[in-house]
T-cell receptor
Framework: ETGVTQTPRHLVMGMTNKKSLKCEQHLGHNAMYWYKQSAKKPLELMFVYSLEERVENNSVPSRFSPECPNSSHLFLHLHTLQPEDSALYLC????????????????FGAGSRLTVL | GQNIDQPTEMTATEGAIVQINCTYQTSGFNGLFWYQQHAGEAPTFLSYNVLDGLEEKGRFSSFLSRSKGYSYLLLKELQMKDSASYLCAVLDSNYQLIWGAGTKLIIKP
């Protein structure tokens, strides 16, 4: 496989469930991201990892917990979510962060569509 | 605050030309990106502008005016497959990407 792969593509969970989203990139990139995409709203950055170190956490509720075991894999662990957390969760990667160049170009996965009942 | 404005929705005819505008107010500027996102799919990179002027890439062109805080994406010879959302994003002085809400482009035969 090439590019950025996300699983599962669709997930329905109750508010008391625990689930995880998985992201894998085969591009040799050093930075990985989680974004939340809601209808008619700008993309919301949730977490950024650079060389497996978390460098950004945009005041995301603790019910979302990221994990980056290596530079190719990124997880988003979900626990006691709320209905307003229903959205498309996009994973992305880039060659680098903090650079005014093409190294900041993001390659996105197709997303995990999450529905919280 | 930081803000990116782009039209919510536009409609155009197959074979025609359409211009999607993006205006921004950000803390500094380190480049502007355009991405295309088909329904149910990943956003894909279209263009990156950091200097003023027009960048042409096949049927798509992107223009930037830093003094006006303005960019546009120009799509020529529209095809049905160009029906998608187009996302504008600016890299600010802290190298944070500020995103617009996207423009949904509908192409009619």
């Amino acid at each position: 496989e090439t590019g950025v792969t996300q699983t599962p593509r669709h997930l329905v969970m109750g508010m008391t469930n625990k689930k995880s989203l998985k992201c894998e990139q085969h591009l040799g990139h050093n930075a990985m991201y989680w974004y939340k995409q809601s209808a008619k709203k700008p993309l919301e950055l949730m977490f950024v990892y650079s060389l497996e170190e978390r460098v950004e956490n945009n005041s995301v509720p603790s019910r979302f917990s990221p994990e980056c075991p290596n530079s190719s894999h990124l997880f988003l662990h979900l626990h006691t979510l709320q209905p307003e957390d229903s959205a498309l969760y996009l994973c992305a990667s880039s060659q680098a962060t903090g650079s005014s160049s093409g190294a900041n170009v993001l390659t996105f996965g197709a997303g995990s569509r999450l529905t919280v009942l | 605050g930081q803000n990116i404005d782009q039209p919510t929705e536009m409609t155009a005819t197959e074979g025609a030309i359409v211009q999607i505008n993006c205006t921004y107010q950000t803390s500094g500027f380190n480049g502007l990106f355009w991405y295309q996102q088909h329904a149910g799919e990943a956003p894909t990179f279209l263009s990156y502008n950091v200097l003023d002027g027009l960048e042409e890439k096949g049927r798509f062109s992107s223009f930037l005016s830093r003094s006006k805080g303005y960019s546009y994406l120009l799509l020529k010879e529209l095809q049905m497959k160009d029906s998608a959302s187009y996302l504008c994003a600016v890299l600010d002085s802290n190298y944070q990407l500020i995103w617009g809400a996207g423009t949904k482009l509908i192409i009619k035969p």
